[in-house]
Structure formats: structure tokens, C-alpha cells
């Protein structure tokens, strides 16, 4: 039996934050422990009650002063797009053609995708997210090295092959017969396979036809134990192109509700602009939706409205989006999803945003019971989290006297250097990266061969 002890300053959900001062919400111990047994949290608590549980060879890290959290989770992301961060100058349509599709096009080598893959997974854990939903490349070689790098570091991950049969590159079509048969290929692989989940993803509708939609619905029927995934109302032109592809459609939303791929496993990126019937079907279906603001302000899409969602009864959830978000960090996300609400008049607590991080977005994911809290038997997923790691930060907190501010600190002036260490079913992750730093060429032999 491996048995590991983590101390230091636990905080961990039990419920959405009502307030600011909603303690009942969340756990916190100040001197506290989480007691680990072969991957597994065993107990949470006051340190003093758990340090005589641990057994004689258990090993015994002290985190002090840190915070132990659990691991972030990120609803939506693209690893494809991972070198094609900061392109210049874009909104939606024009960057997926300018510099998504032809970096995405590198992804039929495998070589590349599995370099990729690597260093994708390796940036996530540097920035304290243990769990992810990903699109991979419409080429099934980058499904298999996304899956094949999560299991390496026995990662819990959701991702799945892009499906795209029109208005994309040749190299990047498949049709709706191969979109179909490498999907539920790929699902007898993957599904189910050590921490992986399969996530059937029509990329949107502006790049599936009525026909691939078909074969999408046929697959969610025949797969109800995946996720699905894909674009809803991110931007306007995007919005008006995807309505007059589907002139029967009632609206964008209804494209995807004709097809029945609206349900609890569905994930909808960004959802900007929405009616209120609109959000109502996502409520009535339990369809989420996922506010991804870095993104959204980078290619100047427009502002999610939280208050709306939830004045509605819809669910949501908060996601990098990378590459078109700016930062694989879930605390720079929350940083730029205060300021989307902050600027409509709405408030995100500190409490709010860690709570949407972790337990919130293991909600959304209905794998709350696995990750995304401290609690007896959950996966021992956990980030630690270094409030004083930039001269800036240790300076500012001189003056925090809460934990509320602490957090906010945290939440506004950090990234990836206050990620102290990472634990992945309970094996220390970020300190292995930082000893061993992922190489690789700096143009892998994919990058030469795309003209």
C-alpha cells in the first residue's frame, strides 16, 4: 500500500458559493492534511487528527504555508492550437482560416502530434489543471497521441477527434461516412481506457453538413457514455453563416437540437449570443455551456453573460480555449472572467471562481464524485498553490488579511509560477517537469513539410 500525507492549508468545495461570506460552501483547514492511499484521497481534515492515520511508511511532504486545492479542470481547449497561440490580428472566421487550419493540417504526422501532445499535457499540468476536455485534429492519429500522452501521466482527460466534412482545407475534410467510422473507431479504443474519455465532436456547424449532423446524432445514440462537443454562437458573422447554412433551423442552438445532440453530456463553447429561448433549451436539455473569456476578448467575440444563464436555470462552466485563449492558466482565465463581468455589472467572487475551477467544472463534467473536490475516495488530482511566488504578489500580500483576498491576489496576479506542484493520483507532477524539462526540436519535421 503507498500511502502519502500532504500538509498545509486545505480548501476544497462542497457547494456553489452563494456570497463572499458563504462559508458553508467550502472546507478550510488551516493547518490541514489529505491523507493518500494508492491514488485515492483517504481523509481530509485538521492535521493534528490525520498525521497519526498515516502509517509508518507513508511519506510525509509539508506544503506549509501553501494552499492545497484540487486540481483545475478546463471544459474547453483546443491541443492542435497549441503553436498557434498569439496569432495576430483576427476574429473567428478569419483566424481559423489565416492560422488554425494550417497548423492543424501538421497534425497528420504523428510524429507531430505526439510532440505536441507531450507538451501540451506538460503545460497544463505546469499550470495547475489535472483534468481537461480537448479537441484534437480531424486526423486520427492526433486523437491517438493526445490519449497516448494523458495515460503516460495517467491524466484524466476528455478529447475526441474534430469531425469537419465542408468549408475547411482538403487535408482537414473527412466525410460523413469517414467522420463516423474513425469516431466510433476511436471510442472502442480510447472510451473507457485506464482515465479516458471519448467526447464525439462535430466542430460546429458552419464545417459539418446536414449529413455529417446525421451521422453525429446516430453516434450520440449509439454512445450515450461519451460527451459531445462543439461551437455555439461565439461571433456574429459566425452566428449568421451557421443560421443560413441550416435555414430551417429556428436558430443556431436549434441546429444542434434538431439533430438531438443536445443533452447533460454536452458541451457548448462559448454561447455569446443567445436568446432566451435559446438558453432556455440549453436549461431544458441540461446542455452546457462554457464561458471561455480570455478567448472571447482576444478575438474580440463579446462578453458572456453570466447572470442571464443563471437567471434562466442553464449550466455553464469556464474553460482556457486555447488558442484562441491566451494562457493555458485556469487563474488568468478567472482573472480575465472577472473583468467580462465585472465590465456588465456582475460580480465573481473569489470563492466563486475556485469553486467554478474545480467542483463547478466537475459538475458540469457529472464527474464530481472523481475530481474537482477533496473527499473521501476521490482521485488524489491536487495543485498546490504559492500565494506569495512573484516579488509583486509577496509584497501585495503584506496586506491581505483573509482568505477571500488571498485568493483573489492569487486569482489576479498569478500564472504558472505560483503552481508550487502538481499531483496527479497522488504522484508529484509539476516538480518532475521542472527537473526535466520537455526537448524537442524547435520545427518538428510536420512544420517543414506543410507548405
Known amino acids: 500500500m503507498s500511502q502519502l500525507l500532504l500538509r498545509g492549508r486545505v480548501l476544497t468545495f462542497t457547494d456553489a458559493p452563494k456570497s463572499i461570506d458563504d462559508t458553508a460552501s467550502y472546507s478550510y483547514f488551516e493547518d490541514g492534511a489529505v491523507l493518500i492511499e494508492n491514488g485515492r484521497v483517504v481523509r481530509v481534515g485538521d492535521h493534528a487528527a490525520l498525521a497519526p492515520l498515516a502509517g509508518p511508511q507513508a511519506e510525509i511532504v509539508d506544503h506549509r504555508p501553501h494552499l492545497i486545492l484540487p486540481g483545475f479542470i478546463d471544459t474547453h481547449l483546443h491541443f492542435p492550437q497549441t503553436q498557434a497561440i498569439a496569432s495576430y ?18 497534425f497528420a504526422s504523428s510524429a507531430h502530434a505526439d510532440f505536441i ?18 479537441y484534437c485534429s480531424v486526423h486520427p492519429e492526433s486523437v491517438d497521441a493526445y490519449f497516448a500522452a494523458a495515460e503516460k501521466r495517467n491524466m484524466l482527460m476528455i478529447g475526441g477527434k474534430v469531425m469537419m466534412d465542408r468549408n475547411a482545407p482538403e487535408g482537414l475534410r473527412d466525410t460523413a461516412q469517414t467522420g463516423y467510422d474513425e469516431t ?149 482565465t478567472m482573472a480575465e472572467a472577472y473583468k467580462v463581468l465585472h465590465v456588465q455589472g456582475q460580480r465573481l467572487s473569489p470563492f466563486a471562481s475556485y469553486y467554478m475551477m474545480t467542483l463547478g467544472n466537475a459538475r458540469a463534467l457529472g464527474l464530481e464524485d472523481r475530481i474537482g473536490s477533496l473527499h473521501a475516495g476521490a482521485d488524489a488530482d491536487i495543485t498546490v498553490l504559492d500565494s506569495r511566488a ?59 513539410q506543410i507548405a
Not at 501532445?117 to 480537448?134: C, K, P
Not at 447533460?264 to 462559448?270: D, F, Q
Not at 488579511?401 to 509560477?417: H, K, P, S, V, Y
Open 184 to 332: 466510433k473507431a476511436l471510442i472502442a479504443k480510447w472510451h473507457g481506457r485506464g482515465r479516458a474519455h471519448y467526447a464525439i465532436s462535430p466542430r460546429f456547424a458552419i464545417t459539418s453538413t446536414p449529413e455529417q449532423m446525421e451521422m453525429s446524432r446516430v453516434l450520440v445514440r449509439e454512445h450515450p457514455e461519451c460527451y459531445v462537443q462543439t461551437h455555439l454562437s461565439e461571433n456574429r458573422d459566425e452566428v449568421a453563416y451557421a443560421t443560413s447554412l441550416y435555414p430551417a433551423a429556428k436558430d443556431y442552438t436549434d441546429i444542434y437540437a434538431g439533430y438531438d445532440l443536445l443533452g447533460k453530456k454536452m458541451l457548448l463553447g462559448h454561447c455569446i449570443y443567445l436568446s432566451d429561448r435559446e438558453i432556455a433549451v440549453l436549461a431544458e436539455t441540461g446542455s452546457v455551456a462554457v464561458f471561455c473569456p480570455t478567448s472571447n476578448l482576444f478575438l474580440g467575440s463579446g462578453l458572456f453573460d453570466r447572470d442571464r444563464f443563471q437567471t434562466l436555470g442553464a449550466r455553464f462552466s469556464v474553460a482556457t480555449d486555447v488558442g484562441g485563449g491566451t494562457s493555458f492558466s485556469m487563474l488568468e
Open 89 to 106: 490580428g483576427a476574429q473567428l472566421l478569419e483566424w481559423l482560416n489565416t492560422y488554425i487550419f494550417v497548423e492543424e493540417q501538421k
Open 390 to 448: 512573484k516579488p509583486a504578489m509577496e509584497l501585495r500580500m503584506r496586506t491581505a488579511t483573509t482568505l477571500a483576498e488571498e485568493l483573489f491576489i492569487l486569482q489576479t496576479m498569478g500564472d504558472d509560477r505560483s503552481v508550487a506542484e502538481v499531483y496527479v493520483a497522488g504522484k508529484p507532477m509539476k516538480s518532475r517537469l521542472d527537473k526535466h524539462p520537455a526537448a524537442g526540436p524547435a520545427r518538428s519535421a510536420a512544420d517543414l
Open 117 to 134: 501532445a507531450g507538451r501540451f499535457m506538460d503545460e497544463l499540468l505546469r499550470n495547475g489543471t489535472t483534468s481537461a476536455v480537448a
